[in-house]
């Protein structure tokens, strides 16, 4: 057997393993779901989802590698989604919304997990932001790895998803401009962030140089263009919950919250990444805006 098969091998059996985490994440969200099944359906799928999580979580620690949660941000919506649609509908749907959001949002979650499947090369790849963590905190890492990395995650994500709840489930307003409006701005999200991390890919594997930086294409015009698709795609998801029921404006808590998680937490660790290994960047940060995208300054 040849080096490519080996690896390919402890690839797959990475992934199988990883499907059977999410699984068994699965039946314990459904299981503590059950449980507590009396609870408002939001906070029934909080306390589903923070159990799921806790399953993540102990398979990461158990192997070592806390990018067994990397899946979770785009798979646990869609399980959300699907619960809130077929268990909590109100007894007049609007089907039009329904088919429309729920088509966008597995749109975005699986290209994101097939994005993530891609790039994961098994249990001994973990995300390099990790392993940092790993290194700082040491004997504290347990702590970072439930708190930072996948509790606050969790909580985020479950934020952003609550506009679902209206869009979904208890919104009755019938379907008209703002949903349109709704579906250009999720759409288009989803359209740039896929366009980006193409871009992104296909510079990654042609680039010859050491420490080249990615000024092409829509990374010509924003330093993170697939940061703004994803933010962006939250917003989407708000309007979609405006135009639901506009008694539900309390729900821009989630793209607030996803807002800030990428502007404090993800771009300052990429900026600070790329300052240490790509020695043009801190002249690129003057010319090229972070994340809404401007023409260059010359």
Not at 60 to 71: E, I, L, Q
Request: proline share 5%; with cysteine; charged share 15%.
């Amino acid at each position: 057997m040849n080096n490519i098969d080996s690896i390919q091998r402890t690839r797959h059996k990475a992934f199988a393993l990883c499907a059977l985490a999410y699984l068994l994440a699965l039946f314990a969200a459904i299981a503590v779901g059950y449980v507590v099944r009396e609870l408002h359906p939001i906070l029934m799928v909080f306390t589903a989802d923070i159990a799921a999580t806790l399953v993540i979580y102990t398979f990461g620690r158990v192997f070592k590698n806390a990018s067994f949660y990397d899946a979770y941000w785009s798979v646990a919506p869609l399980a959300i989604a699907l619960f809130w649609i077929f268990s909590v509908s109100s007894n007049n749907p609007v089907i039009a919304r329904q088919i429309v959001v729920i088509t966008l949002v597995f749109a975005w979650g699986l290209r994101l997990t097939c994005n993530w499947a891609r790039s994961w090369q098994g249990l001994k790849h973990e995300d390099w932001r990790y392993q940092d963590f790993r290194k700082k905190a040491k004997r504290w890492f347990w702590l970072v790895d439930l708190i930072g990395i996948e509790i606050m995650p969790t909580v985020m994500v479950f934020l952003a998803c609550l506009s679902l709840y209206p869009a979904l489930a208890a919104g009755e307003k019938p379907f008209g401009l703002l949903d349109v409006i709704a579906i250009l701005v999720t759409a288009g999200a989803i359209i740039i962030e896929t366009i980006a991390d193409e871009q992104l890919r296909t510079f990654t594997r042609k680039s010859a140089r050491p420490g080249e930086i990615m000024v092409k294409g829509l990374w010509a015009y924003s330093r993170h263009p697939n940061y703004l698709g994803e933010v962006t795609f939250w917003w989407g998801l708000f309007i979609f919950a405006l135009a639901a029921d506009s008694g539900y404006w309390w729900t821009i808590i989630g793209p607030i919250s996803i807002t800030i998680l990428f502007n404090v937490i993800s771009i300052p660790l990429m900026e600070k990444r790329s300052l240490e290994r790509r020695p043009g960047y801190a002249e690129l940060k003057k010319k090229i805006p972070a994340l809404f995208p401007w023409f260059p300054k010359t």
